[in-house]
């Protein structure tokens, strides 16, 4: 071959990687926008039972084609404090048996199907341009890259085609045979593209073209070992930043892997004619072959360790010692969790829960010290109201970064309701620190209130509490029943408002309060009825997504 037909090879290699990738990721893409709800709540459901565990992580994976970034996910949750190391473990072991089937679809390159398949790129598309509703806009986009796949595939065969009629490749192929130096190109390679899913695909293209690897038989095995190792890099990468237990669970990874790839290194090398008398034997296609042989390692590898879960979890304890946690704000939202917008969005709606309680606790605290007179739990609330503050920039800078993905209009919709529900629950926080300024006010000017005003204040922020339960509830079930029950507090909330006001205008008519008290007292009141009101637009902002 002359060096034009090598770049000519070269770019038709690259160029069909590029398609295939590109195709994998517009299916996965679209797959999970039409799956969006379903896979929220694959990623969000846990169980103390493994093989639920494995069954989610392997549909997950399936559905997002990655197993790395399933395996980020479980990280994240992990370093929310959402799942346990146990529960994390089978999910990983799942992701491992879902992300094969990338290699599935590459080996049916090897059967005419595959030709006929590329015409799902111009289907595709053409239900993408016809179509008005976005889920079949997406559908079509899905099959886009389903055809876009085989197009890849298509010129990567067509440059294997043209390199294994040189005698320099080939020999340079036959002479890498050696199982370690295989194992470690595999580990090498997959930890630079960061996808196992690229390095078997050009190894069963490579087969599909009949390019054979060292002596043949059992030598592109592994090579796909090494990838399952090197697969392993994403996870750890995001773990660094990540709590004790993330780092763990990025261990347990990497542990199930090397242990899996150990074991079955040590049978092929002990098995030398493995290949020949067992796929080979029951499958005819060489892509076949080794696509099989992937499926069946990550599934034996979570057979043989899943009795194993407990140990695994125990030996990355041993091994990552706990180390003091870090003064983290955040407790639910993760950039790990950016990579699946829906899952990031149902996250930031609890953070967002998570800071209003924070709020309340802060108005809360705020509203007894000016019962009680009480200003040295000034610092206290002053502390809980800047971290009301600091994070609801962070959740701002968070949904932001959301949005920069490519989401569906309901996603936009959910994005721009929690940018309101942010604005409301710092407006808490502020009507928190107008109530210290109530209270200095009081006790700077020695203003006191008549018998009975203070019952009758704790009875009125008695319906607010039971009004901020009752909002908290409906915006994180999404419960629209509960609406009824949130505006008869509001109202009640109204009528206390409109009667303290009253009352306390007569008391002043009667000589019973001073007229220094009224402009603390009326804004006091009218505060609590404006907190009744941002409680009250957070809980009804459920009626704004279907």
């Known amino acids: 071959m002359t060096t034009a037909q090598y770049l000519e090879s070269l770019f038709l290699l690259l160029g069909g990687l590029g398609a295939f990738l590109y195709g994998v990721k517009e299916l996965s893409d679209n797959m999970e926008k039409l799956t969006n709800r379903r896979l929220k709540a694959l990623f969000q459901k846990t169980s103390k039972n493994p093989l639920v565990g494995i069954g989610i992580g392997t549909v997950a994976t399936a559905i997002v084609q990655s197993s790395g970034l399933t395996t980020v996910m479980v990280v994240g949750f992990v370093n929310a404090g959402m799942m346990s190391l146990y529960q994390a473990t089978a999910f990983i072991m799942g992701s491992k048996i879902g992300t094969t089937i990338t290699a599935q679809i590459a080996a049916l ?10 015409g799902f790129a111009f289907i595709g598309m053409a239900i993408n341009m016809i179509a008005k509703r976005q889920k079949v806009k997406s559908a079509g986009l899905a099959i886009a890259g389903l055809g876009l796949i085989f197009v890849g595939l298509n010129l990567m065969s067509a440059s294997m085609d043209e390199v294994k009629h040189s005698d320099e490749v080939m020999y340079l192929l036959s002479k890498v045979s050696n199982p370690l130096l295989l194992i470690i190109i595999g580990i090498v390679v997959t930890a630079l593209v960061q996808s196992s899913s690229v390095v078997t695909t050009v190894i069963i293209s490579m087969a599909a073209a009949g390019l054979t690897i060292g002596d043949g038989g059992n030598a592109p095995l592994y090579i796909v070992l090494g990838s399952n190792i090197g697969s392993c890099v994403t996870a750890f990468i995001s773990s660094i930043d990540a709590s004790t237990d993330a780092k763990r669970a990025s261990f347990i990874n990497i542990l199930f892997n090397v242990f899996g790839a150990i074991i079955f290194t040590v049978m092929l090398l002990l098995w030398p004619s493995f290949m020949d008398v067992t796929f080979g034997r029951w499958f005819i296609k060489p892509a076949t072959q080794i696509a099989m042989f992937h499926t069946a390692v990550n599934l034996a590898n979570t057979l043989i360790f899943l009795p194993f879960i ?10 990552i010692k706990e180390r003091k946690k870090k ?3 955040l407790s639910f939202i993760d950039v790990r969790f950016l990579s699946a917008p829906t899952v990031a969005i149902e996250q930031s709606n609890k953070e967002a829960m998570r800071i209003a309680d924070i709020a309340m606790n802060s108005l809360r605290e705020s509203f007894t010290a000016f019962i009680e007179r009480n200003t040295d739990a000034f610092e206290n609330i002053a502390e809980k109201t800047g971290e009301v503050n600091e994070l609801s920039k962070k959740l701002t800078d968070y949904l932001i970064r959301i949005s920069s993905y490519d989401l569906t209009i309901n996603d936009e919709k959910r994005i ?6 942010n604005s409301d629950i710092v407006r808490l926080a502020e009507i928190a620190d107008n109530f210290i300024k109530y209270t200095s006010r009081a006790v700077r000017e020695d203003i006191t209130f008549s018998e009975g005003v203070s019952e009758s204040l704790q009875e009125m922020f008695a319906t607010l509490d039971k009004l901020f339960e009752l909002s908290k509830q409906a915006r994180l079930t999404k419960d629209r029943k509960l609406l009824k029950a949130v505006d008869e507090e509001e109202d009640r909330l109204d009528n206390f408002r409109r009667q303290l006001i009253a009352d306390h205008i007569d008391r002043l008519n009667r000589g019973e309060c001073k ?4 402009s603390v007292y009326i804004n006091l009141v009218s505060n609590l009825e404006r907190a009744g009101d941002h409680l009250c637009f957070i809980a009804h902002t459920i009626e704004e997504v279907a």
Request: hydrophobic share 50%.
């Open 416 to 421: 721009s309701i929690l940018h309101n529900n």
């Open 310 to 319: 407990n140990g695994l979890v125990w030996l990355s304890k041993v091994i």
């Open 327 to 329: 003064n983290d704000e």
């Open 109 to 118: 390159q090897s059967f005419d199907v595959a030709f006929y398949a590329i």
């Open 515 to 518: 007229a220094a008290s009224s």
